[in-house]
């Protein structure tokens, strides 16, 4: 990939750059960086939808909340026309503003690392379960997909531990680099499911 510098000068892109993602994939880490290389505003849709009020009720079942994803976009559209460049993270792609959106980046982790953290935060049994095969069966691209056609989505790994490497990928795909990464987590997954059936997730 050649030498790796993302403090050096870029030029800021115009328009949304959304990362997507599971829960506790690194996707906060990831946008931050990004947000600081690119000098873009970060925002979380989660977050910016419980200080607005942006809530419709809550899944008792899955322990999430229900987003009012129209006022979202409607936000989102407002805040980018005075900011001109955004870096929004979120976990549903409904909420985005597709006609704005120049790139997606698609955080992976590997399920036996997302299955670590999530059981670190304290997530239910099924919730945990669900957001392991969600990222298992490639969740987070075929939500990508409903945002952006393949050629404005690049993968990163966000579980490898170098985040300045993962942010390059990004970089270069915004520069028009061709950036094509696959993530098939299937033997590490299938390696987890005797270990979720035997400590009760799903139930």
Same mark, same amino acid.
């Given at each position: ?63 999430? $909340?229900?987003?009012? +994803? *129209?006022?979202?976009? !409607?936000? @989102?559209?407002?805040? %980018? ?44 049994? $099924?919730?945990?379960? +669900? *957001?392991?095969?969600? !990222?298992? @069966?490639?969740?987070? %691209? ?62």
């Amino acid at each position: 990939m050649g030498n790796i510098n993302v403090s050096g000068p870029r030029s800021r892109p115009s328009g949304l750059i959304v990362v997507i993602g599971a829960p506790a994939s690194g996707k906060s880490t990831l946008c931050r960086r990004l947000a600081e290389v690119l000098r873009c505003r970060h925002i979380n849709v989660g977050d910016m939808a419980k200080e607005r009020g942006y809530i419709l009720g809550k899944d008792e079942e899955r322990d999430t $909340l229900i987003l009012d +994803e *129209n006022s979202i976009r !409607e936000e @989102i559209s407002r805040i %980018l026309r005075a900011e001109e460049c955004l870096v929004v993270e979120t976990i549903s792609p409904y909420a985005i503003p597709q006609e704005d959106v120049v790139l997606v980046v698609v955080v992976r982790c590997r399920p036996s690392v997302l299955l670590e953290r999530l059981e670190s935060r304290g997530y239910r049994p $099924l919730k945990i379960r +669900e *957001n392991v095969e969600y !990222e298992a @069966i490639d969740g987070p %691209l075929q939500d990508a997909l409903e945002i952006a056609e393949w050629d404005r989505i690049v993968q990163v790994d966000g579980c490898s531990g170098d985040l300045d490497r993962e942010v390059e990928y990004v970089l270069m795909k915004l520069e028009g680099k061709d950036v094509s990464r696959r993530f098939n987590w299937t033997d590490d997954f299938m390696s987890l499911l005797e270990r979720l059936a035997r400590e009760g997730h799903g139930k």
